[in-house]
């Protein structure tokens, strides 16, 4: 199922094999978002031409499609894409309509010194964004607005729900806490995570599906080491690493190196929500195989254009009259056919081609990176790879 071919002498880095029912994933890998179990702005006729190899859907957004999903085949066919899928357990929506909205806090953060778990944000920081979620110890209760009827996912449900949408790469269901709950609410919090692990793979029933573990634990290393013991110890056939996330001075994530050592290093491991290009780097220098994350489409769909150099807004006026394709050397659909000026000119015109462009060249760019980064774990020169990342 997963085969370490090449490890970094320098590092944690290391290049596999991730074989599943729709295909096999070269890792280090990025998996493209398609929340509704489609790629936003890049039509399925393009996909293979970014060398996309892994696209997430997710189960709460896909709830009341799950039926119609699964009489069509699941996800890869009912997306008109054949490469590997994967799938959110809904877990991430107990924080973004919870306690994100509560405390007025995003997933990853360098936390302000005037906030922390015995200071949270007044109310007024937050007025108008009511947590929309009721956690209990048998699952969670989910409102879409603060008039609407509750209604319930739990474990079960959503290993259920994940079985009809047929994706080749599962979560369990978790519950990803803010960074700003104390430790007791941590420590709480993780019991149930792992109480509801248990769950998940006594319901799980699919042998084509590959059902990850999830370790969470927040930002307190004994409560992060004792997740990835015991998520570890569990016959998951591999492990993702969730919560929310601040960044340490020197910029790496502590979670990583506080996780990663108790992980049993011949299963994969992904970080959920993290895509970043200096992020990713952190990631695969630290032990990780695969990552997820929406800046490839959601900044394309506001012409955020992603080169080496760095990131450019394409809607600059700087870029009317500039002949030259979104990224020199690209060999992407969308430097191929058009230029700076050209997508500048759709964004002006609000043409809906301007999106696709910029989608479409972005999700190369991080499949390119991607593969870049496993050549030079292969050739033992990944940190001078980041190197020149830094310089451009």
């Not at 949270?120 to 209760?141: C, F, I, M, Q, Y």
């Not at 500048?344 to 696709?356: C, G, I, M, N």
Request: proline share 5%.
């Amino acid at each position: 199922m997963f085969k370490i071919i090449k490890k970094d002498s320098n590092s944690r880095a290391r290049t596999g094999i991730l074989e599943t029912a729709h295909g096999t994933v070269e890792t280090p890998a990025y998996t493209i978002v398609g929340t509704n179990a489609a790629v936003r702005c890049l039509p399925a006729e393009l996909i293979p031409a970014t060398k996309t190899q892994l696209i997430i859907a997710n189960t709460y957004h896909l709830w009341d499609k799950a039926e119609e999903i699964s009489q069509a085949g699941g996800l890869s066919k009912f997306m008109n894409y054949p490469g590997v899928t994967m799938t959110d357990s809904g877990g991430f929506q107990v924080f973004s309509l919870g306690f994100s909205r509560e405390h007025g806090i995003g997933k990853v953060v360098k936390l302000r010194s005037d906030l922390s778990p015995e200071n949270p944000p007044s109310p007024k920081a937050t007025e108008g964004h009511r947590n929309l979620v009721r956690v209990t110890d048998e699952g969670t209760w989910f409102k879409t607005s603060p008039e609407s009827e509750e209604r319930f996912l739990g474990p079960e449900l959503s290993i259920q729900l994940q079985e009809k949408l047929g994706a080749d790469i599962i979560m369990s269901f978790d519950e990803c806490t803010s960074p700003l709950h104390d430790y007791a609410y941590q420590k709480a919090a993780l019991e149930r995570t792992h109480r509801w692990a248990k769950v998940c793979l006594e319901t799980h029933q699919r042998p084509d599906q590959l059902l990850y573990g999830i370790i969470q634990g927040g930002e307190h290393q004994d409560l992060r080491k004792a997740s990835a013991r015991y998520i570890s110890s569990l016959p998951f056939p591999g492990f993702a690493i969730g919560g929310s996330f601040s960044k340490s001075v020197g910029g790496d994530f502590n979670v990583l190196n506080w996780t990663i050592p108790y992980l049993d290093e011949n299963r994969p491991r992904h970080f959920l929500g993290i895509g970043k290009v200096e992020d990713i780097f952190d990631g695969v220098l630290a032990g990780i195989d695969t990552f997820d994350c929406v800046i490839p489409t959601r900044e394309a769909r506001h012409g955020g254009v992603w080169t080496k150099a760095g990131r450019i807004d394409i809607k600059r006026g700087i870029y009317a009259g500039d002949n030259d394709p979104l990224e020199g050397g690209c060999s992407c659909p969308a430097c191929l056919t058009t230029s700076r000026a050209g997508v500048h000119r759709l964004f002006k015109t609000k043409e809906p081609l301007a999106a696709q462009h910029t989608t479409t060249h972005n999700v190369y760019f991080f499949n390119a990176l991607m593969a870049d980064i496993r050549q030079a774990i292969k050739a033992d020169r990944l940190k001078e790879l980041r190197q020149q990342f830094r310089r451009s």
